[in-house]
């Protein structure tokens, strides 16, 4: 640091006297211009405090002004994802939230509900005869809604969808809370869809105005007669009858179809929605149930590439044997479901056939699904399995040149060839049923013609 040295000479005593008398008038100027300045920044300051003052209340204003806009365009700022949306009733708010992956229940349930432990607690407790609320699915949506008059930091009612027919609904009353199934309102409107096929029926369905469900619904319907992916001929024809749903002003998913016609190879084929007591399903045109013991096939998107035959030259072996099943080409990991209801023999790995699958069913036949890049879940054997469900997933496994299925039945322990299977109609409609039956039939005679 830098340091000053003051050297002090002793004046002589007027000389003194002069210099006191000039440093008491220098202190006194700079005294009177210390206060000039404070005065002076005194009143800056003032100035600015009631410029700043003005500012501020002109924008209490025009906040205050603009206070209901505000509150109006809450509701269309739930564009951005990371907020809930908020809709406004007469009496309610209601705050919706979509499940998204890593969405955790209890942390959905606190931040979009305001339920605490215990309350979550609750809700899982009463719900838990109707619905896991543990396993909510992504994409599903949860509604809250609050009451503004009592308790508006904890949702009294909330809502979720379980599928597109029916909704779980929480409410709470105090700290009670209550559960129960619902079927969802929606605003119907019968409605006609039909084409000719000239693409793929997936395509023509689609451009006739039937949602992808929808088209997949008719597959569905119709699969123990038609198989939609190796028998579906140019120029085939088809005609439905659904409804098409609305709800809340916005479109829903399509509901039933009413009454269908597809028109194969030139042979018609019928289906109606008919409810037998609740128990709704499908029926032909003589009121038989559509339902058969066995699918037309254990899958989709796949093409034939060896039939059921007693000559064929095997691809590995290159020798003439007996193919007493029908093998279906498709990418691997394409699903593959059970035939019909039974019960799992066995699901292993076994020389040749690789993974594979079979299962016994009633009447005496059995089923089995080879070459299986991997089992579905529970795959064991003793394991009941149902119409549909999923056994595994198309692989190349065992004595295989590509991905495929080989998918055989017998009966009795006779091959049987599950492409010409001539399976009984399902049981018909009796008495007051068959006459309800029949007039609604009526009602759809004339559209499909």
């Known amino acids: 640091m830098e340091r000053h040295h003051q050297y002090h000479v002793k004046k002589p005593v007027h000389a003194q006297r002069l210099q006191e008398l000039h440093d008491t008038s220098h202190t006194k100027w700079k005294k009177m211009i210390m206060i000039f300045l404070i005065i002076i920044c005194a009143c800056v300051a003032f100035l600015l405090y009631k410029k700043m003052h003005a500012n501020n209340q002109s924008m209490a204003d025009d906040m205050h002004g603009d206070a209901q ?30 499940v998204g992956e890593g969405d955790i229940p209890a942390d959905i349930f606190s931040e979009y509900g305001g339920f605490d432990v ?46 597109t027919e029916k909704m779980i609904i929480v409410e709470r009353d105090g700290d009670d809370f209550t559960a129960r199934e ?53 120029g085939d024809t088809f005609v439905f009858v659904y409804d098409k749903r609305m709800r809340d002003g916005k479109p829903a998913p399509d509901g039933y179809i009413r009454a269908a016609k597809f028109v194969n190879d030139g042979t018609p084929h019928y289906a109606y929605y008919f409810d037998n007591d609740g128990e709704g399903g499908y029926y032909d045109s003589d009121g038989h149930a559509l339902e058969r013991q066995f699918l037309k096939a254990p899958l989709s998107y796949r093409r034939i590439t060896s039939g059921f035959t007693g000559a064929r030259l095997h691809p590995i072996t290159k020798k003439v044997s007996a193919h007493y099943q029908i093998d279906y080409a498709a990418p691997t990991g394409t699903p593959v479901v059970a035939s019909a209801r039974g019960t799992v023999m066995s699901a292993r790995f076994e020389r040749g056939w690789g993974n594979i699958v079979r299962v016994k069913h009633d009447n005496g036949y059995t089923t089995h699904y080879a070459h299986l890049s991997a089992f579905a879940k529970g795959m064991t054997a003793g394991a009941h399995v149902a119409q549909g469900e999923l056994v595994g997933y198309v692989g190349s496994t065992g004595w295989s040149t590509g991905p495929h299925l080989d998918y055989g039945m017998r009966l009795n322990g006779t091959p049987v060839n599950p492409l010409t299977l001539v399976q009984p109609k399902g049981a018909p409609l009796e008495g007051e049923k068959m006459t309800q039956f029949k007039e609604m039939q009526q009602k759809y005679a004339e559209i499909l013609h």
């Open 118 to 163: 215990n309350d979550t607690l609750a809700i899982i407790d009463v719900s838990e005869e109707l619905f896991d609320f543990t396993h909510v699915k992504i994409g599903q949506e949860l509604r809250f809604y609050f009451d503004d008059t009592h308790d508006a930091e904890r949702a009294t009612r909330m809502e979720y969808d379980r599928n």
């Open 182 to 234: 619902e079927r969802i309102a929606y605003d119907v409107t019968e409605t006609v869809a039909e084409g000719t096929i000239e693409n793929f029926f997936y395509v023509d369905a689609l451009d006739a105005g039937l949602s992808e469900a929808t088209v997949l619904d008719v597959g569905d319907m119709f699969s123990f007669s038609i198989d939609f992916t190796t028998e579906i001929r140019t």
């Open 69 to 98: 806009n505000v509150t109006e365009q809450s509701t269309e700022s739930a564009s951005d994802a990371s907020q809930p949306e908020v809709s406004h009733d007469a009496e309610d708010s209601i705050v919706r939230h979509e």
